[in-house]
């Protein structure tokens, strides 16, 4: 019997590691045919991050060996390819997966590279290599006599029949010898996305292509009997289609029957309002995600003709967010810095716009990230746009800092386009620190909303100012968001994130080490922004109330509850606003009881649940749920 192995590692985070779905698909479509089965013995799968002595040491007398590849572990895979050729300089090493390219066949010690999906290719070459010849296997490109033969590229036309990974058995040696290992999954209802993104690589297929149903079901039966926590939903665009709908009740019976899987988290179809906000409805119901995605990733339409994308129009995305608000559903909107056409001032501009009509909860900025088999990252395209990369350590964000890795990761990230220059592309930056720390985490939220309802303030101009005042007063915010600026200039070894011993020992995103360290001084980083706050001129005595209101709302740790006594009703007044109403703030005596439903001692805790676990639902802001209000007598 010839030994198969297969790499697909990932980070491991507190224990907790993602099953090797993409391998133990191809796996299981293999062994469900008898030639191979007979021939083959599929030895074991390299699926943590170890170090490359002790997985080498699990490979003994290989014939192949499959190397899974992402912008996560490309360089481990490599660094192990070659010692495991070194050491066995006859088995065949072939590399596939998102991040597999031509260009790996420079690599003396990769013999083969897979393009798209693995299952029907890879049982192809198993069959041939047995054969002595490959040159009838698609998908694939070899070195041979000197020179590199690239096969014609197909897609299959229905993966109805692909076995589970899960049902087969494929993992229960895995979770067997593992048991102290948290493992997350992949539930995969579809395959193809009908769009085409320039900077994305999900899918070169624009055929939506099915799983039956009764291995769906099957597999979310499976998913909550081995008590899988997380869940990660890989379809491109759920709630596109009718069935999805039945996916998510099936999901909410198994946590019902069996408490798991906690959690289910899709990527959500952006023009199936009506279906999607169903799903969310019923998973939200039940805790088990923690919102909808409004993902626009830019709002500039020279950017969006650019990379092929259409958006909702924002009337559509104004009723969707008052819809969403209603019926208490967290949201949040996603955006891109970095995608060709944008501007500075389109890119800023772009995440005011999403406040202006409704997204108050929360906004994430991503940098835009070259993937190698996107149009984006093709050499005509970099070229026309004018793209420049830099490489940077890849960033564990929400990891441990410190830890010595024996392979460092990298990522290609643009830094600068023909519309954006490295000194905007830093700006940009900046402000979207900005706005994500005051306004989607809340600090200054209700400033500026009311500030844009009673004095017609525009975000952008509210949050442009607050930069500016920020970047030219000294004082703790300044020092702050000039560390960040430094970084951004000078710094390419991946350290884009904040640590603070007081908050855990995890490294935090930019906005996130902003709040968590105005929150744990409050008066003081508040009384750097007196000045700013009064120059816009609200009456003292209206001044002082929403300030007093605005510091409450927001969840701060050591905190078991409090009562303010206001003159007026700024709850019902926001509540208003944030539903989509025209309010009246109303003079009223007002008493606002707040109750945390959790009590936090310890700020590490309180960073963890409220600013990483919950900054998506929106916990930095005390909900509804806490905060009781009722007219004064």
């Given at each position: ?6 790499v697909q590692?990932g ?6 590691v993602?099953?090797p779905?993409?391998v ?8 469900a ?6 021939e ?13 002595q002790e997985a080498?040491?699990k490979?003994?007398e290989?014939?192949v060996?499959g190397f899974?590849?992402s912008v996560?572990n ?9 010692i495991v ?8 090493i072939v590399?596939?997966g998102?991040?597999s390219t031509?260009e790996?066949?420079k ?14 290719t890879f049982c192809h ?5 047995t054969?002595c010849?490959i040159?009838s296997?698609?998908?694939?490109a070899?070195?041979?006599?000197g ?5 014609e ?9 692909y076995?589970s990974?899960y049902l087969?058995?494929?993992?229960d040696?895995?979770?067997a010898?593992n048991?102290?290992t948290?493992f997350l ?9 009908p ?7 999900w899918c ?6 099915f799983f039956?149903?009764?291995k769906?079901l099957?597999?979310?039966?499976w ?16 709630g596109?289609?009718e069935?999805d709908?039945e996916i ?13 899987p906690?959690?289910?988290r899709?990527?959500?179809?952006k023009?199936?309002?009506d279906r999607?906000f169903?799903i969310?409805?019923?998973l939200?119901?039940i ?5 909808a995605?409004?993902a626009?990733q830019?709002l500039s339409?020279v950017a969006?003709?650019?990379i092929?994308?259409k958006n909702?129009?924002m009337e ?8 969403y608000n209603?019926a208490?559903i ?5 955006l891109i810095?970095g ?6 001032e389109?890119?800023?501009q ?5 406040f ?7 906004v994430?900025?991503y940098?835009?990230e070259i ?6 990252a093709?050499?005509e395209?970099?070229?026309?746009h ?7 350590a ?6 441990a800092p410190g830890?010595?890795?024996?392979i460092k990761?990298?990522?290609?990230l643009?830094?600068s386009t023909?519309t954006?220059?490295?000194?905007d592309?830093?700006?940009a930056?900046?402000?979207?620190i900005c706005v994500q ?10 400033l500026?909303?009311?500030l844009?309802?009673?004095?017609g303030?525009s ?5 442009t100012?607050l930069l ?11 020092r702050?968001w000039m ?10 070894e991946g350290?884009?994130?904040y ?6 020992n ?8 902003a ?7 409050y ?9 700013f706050?009064?120059s816009?001129g ?21 905190e078991?509850?409090k009562?303010?006594k206001?003159?007026?009703d700024?709850?019902?007044y ?15 005596k007002?008493?606002l009881?707040?109750?945390p ?5 310890d700020?590490s805790l ?5 600013v990483?676990?919950?900054?998506r639902r929106g916990?930095?802001v005390?909900?509804?749920?806490e ?7």
């Amino acid at each position: 019997m010839k030994n198969i192995y297969f790499v697909q590692v990932g980070f491991e985070f507190d224990g907790s590691v993602y099953l090797p779905y993409g391998v133990g698909t191809i796996i299981a479509y293999c062994k469900a045919d008898e030639k191979i089965k007979s021939e083959y013995n599929f030895a074991d799968i390299i699926f943590k991050r170890e170090r490359l002595q002790e997985a080498l040491d699990k490979i003994q007398e290989p014939y192949v060996v499959g190397f899974s590849c992402s912008v996560w572990n490309m360089e481990y895979n490599k660094a192990l390819a070659k010692i495991v050729k070194e050491k066995y300089p006859n088995c065949f090493i072939v590399f596939g997966g998102h991040s597999s390219t031509l260009e790996l066949l420079k690599e003396s010690f990769i013999d083969i590279v897979m393009f798209g999906e693995g299952e029907e290719t890879f049982c192809h070459l198993l069959h041939s290599i047995t054969e002595c010849d490959i040159s009838s296997v698609k998908n694939i490109a070899y070195k041979t006599d000197g020179k590199t033969v690239v096969a014609e590229r197909s897609c299959s036309e229905s993966i109805a029949g692909y076995p589970s990974a899960y049902l087969t058995g494929v993992f229960d040696k895995i979770m067997a010898e593992n048991k102290t290992t948290e493992f997350l999954a992949v539930l995969e209802t579809n395959r193809g996305c009908p769009y085409a993104c320039s900077y994305c690589d999900w899918c070169s297929d624009k055929k939506v292509r099915f799983f039956p149903m009764d291995k769906i079901l099957a597999e979310i039966n499976w998913l909550s009997e081995k008590k899988i926590s997380y869940c990660f939903g890989a379809d491109s665009n759920f709630g596109m289609f009718e069935r999805d709908y039945e996916i998510a009740l099936a999901l909410v019976e198994a946590k019902k029957k069996n408490g798991y899987p906690e959690v289910f988290r899709p990527c959500y179809e952006k023009n199936s309002a009506d279906r999607v906000f169903k799903i969310c409805s019923t998973l939200n119901g039940i805790g088990m995600d923690k919102g909808a995605t409004m993902a626009y990733q830019t709002l500039s339409e020279v950017a969006l003709e650019n990379i092929g994308r259409k958006n909702l129009t924002m009337e559509h995305f104004s009723s969707l967010m008052k819809k969403y608000n209603e019926a208490g559903i967290p949201t949040y909107s996603e955006l891109i810095l970095g995608l060709p056409g944008e501007t500075k001032e389109s890119f800023c501009q772009g995440i005011c716009n999403l406040f202006e009509n409704g997204q108050h909860n929360s906004v994430s900025v991503y940098h835009c990230e070259i993937l190698p088999n996107a149009e984006l990252a093709q050499p005509e395209y970099m070229q026309k746009h004018g793209i420049e990369t830099i490489k940077v350590a890849f960033n564990h964000i929400h990891s441990a800092p410190g830890k010595v890795e024996e392979i460092k990761e990298y990522s290609y990230l643009v830094r600068s386009t023909a519309t954006m220059s490295r000194d905007d592309w830093v700006y940009a930056n900046l402000f979207s620190i900005c706005v994500q720390c005051f306004h989607s985490l809340g600090i200054l939220r209700f400033l500026a909303i009311y500030l844009h309802e009673e004095s017609g303030v525009s975000y952008y101009n509210f949050y442009t100012s607050l930069l500016d005042y920020i970047l030219k007063n000294e004082g703790c915010l300044n020092r702050l968001w000039m560390s960040f600026k430094v970084k951004y200039e000078k710094s390419f070894e991946g350290d884009w994130n904040y640590y603070n011993k007081r908050f855990g020992n995890v490294i935090w995103f930019f906005e996130e080490g902003a709040f968590l360290e105005f929150v744990s001084d409050y008066d003081r980083y508040f009384g750097e922004l007196n000045a700013f706050i009064k120059s816009f001129g609200i009456s003292d005595d209206i001044l002082s109330e929403l300030l007093n209101y605005q510091k409450e709302i927001i969840r701060k740790p050591f905190e078991k509850g409090k009562i303010l006594k206001l003159n007026y009703d700024f709850t019902d007044y926001f509540k208003g606003v944030l539903k989509g109403e025209k309010a009246c703030l109303n003079k009223t005596k007002t008493k606002l009881e707040i109750k945390p439903k959790v009590y936090y001692d310890d700020v590490s805790l309180f960073a963890k649940e409220t600013v990483w676990f919950g900054r998506r639902r929106g916990a930095t802001v005390y909900s509804d749920s806490e905060v009781f209000s009722s007219i004064s007598k």
